[in-house]
């Protein structure tokens, strides 16, 4: 059965794995670049001579991260590729052509036909899923916190890093098999998948800052965060800032500035809150909660997979 499964679906697979290929070829020659670019540089700080070397390889590094960003945005949509060519076929091609009465009139049961099918599958969903997040996690380590910053808060980073691209190829692959199962039919099922899967991956962007009650700190000008910066750093993925004065009373980022009647700035400067005795309140969640979240989302996708494939499984059921 596996090697059935492998003879039926081998040329979707070779050409997603090829494509991936590129990918991770790319972001590995990016990593290597930044690392040895910034290999001379990484111990100067604090009142050190730079030397004009370093100030070309952080131009360099800097142009290499920004295309790298773009390319990581595309990898978001290769999942897809294994949701419409991979899952959508899956079953509805069986279907489709009426050779799912062959199948099931064989020694092999439905059910076990039908686990060796998704479990092949979903295996090698699995491992180019985790593939790729390693790779994607250890070229942007490359890079160094003065360039990369943590993938918490970052939506196209976070869903390529860690382990969460393991659960994502899992995913697409049982949402095209569903899809397959309920439309019967191979092309509008790939067509339904294209349509669908964008809509669940934006579902997941807008619940992952609710996976947990964001914290809340206040700080003093030296800790402060300016305005209008990322809102992914060091301290974790920033939701949102304001500020408080000495009484207790809040304060927007334009009513905080306009009490420091500074013109060049429309936000507090550190030496103003703490001439002023003003703090600044954050609303975040912390970076040790990075790995938490990691574990929310594929937790989530894993739940929703096992839902598709008891819906695959009843449906199967149905046919003659």
């Known amino acids: 059965m596996i090697w059935l499964t492998w003879r039926q679906h081998r040329w979707q697979l070779i050409g997603i ?14 990593g290597v670049r930044a ?13 050190a001579h730079v030397p004009p070397s370093c100030f070309e390889a952080s131009n360099t590094v800097d142009a290499t991260f920004n295309t790298m960003g773009e390319v990581v945005m595309f990898g978001n949509l290769l999942p897809l590729a294994m949701g419409m060519f991979v899952g959508a076929p899956l079953i509805s091609r069986e279907l489709e052509l009426g050779t799912y009465r062959l199948a099931f009139t064989q020694s092999v049961s439905r059910a076990r036909w039908l686990a060796v099918k998704l479990g092949a599958l979903a295996a090698a969903a699995a491992l180019l899923g985790a593939v790729t997040g390693a790779v994607v996690s250890w070229s942007r380590a490359g ?15 976070f869903s390529q890093s860690g ?41 997941l962007i807008l619940l992952r800052p609710h996976y947990m009650p964001p914290a809340e700190r206040l700080v003093d000008g030296g800790d402060m965060i300016q305005d209008g910066v990322s ?10 800032t ?16 306009a009490l420091c009647q500074d013109p060049a700035n429309t936000w507090p400067t550190a030496e103003c809150m703490d001439r002023l005795g003003l703090r600044q309140r954050i609303v975040y969640q912390p970076a040790d909660r990075y790995p938490w979240f990691q574990l929310i989302e594929i937790g989530l996708l894993l739940a929703a997979s096992g839902a598709l494939t008891v819906t695959i499984r009843r449906q199967l059921t149905r046919y003659p």
């Open 17 to 30: 794995g090829a494509l991936l290929a590129v990918y991770w070829g790319y972001l590995l020659s990016a």
């Open 35 to 47: 690392r040895d670019a910034l290999s001379g540089c990484a111990s100067l700080g604090g009142d």
């Open 143 to 157: 890079f160094g916190s003065m360039f990369a910053a943590a993938p918490f808060g970052d939506d196209v980073v």
């Open 163 to 203: 382990a969460v691209p393991a659960a994502t190829w899992v995913f697409v692959l049982l949402v095209g098999a569903a899809i397959g199962v309920l439309v019967r039919r191979t092309t509008m099922a790939m067509a339904v998948t294209l349509v669908v899967l964008p809509l669940a991956f934006a579902g």
């Open 231 to 240: 809102r992914n750093d060091s301290r974790g993925w920033i939701f949102s």
């Open 242 to 257: 304001s500020y408080v004065d000495s009484s207790g009373r809040k304060l927007t980022a334009d009513a905080a500035g």
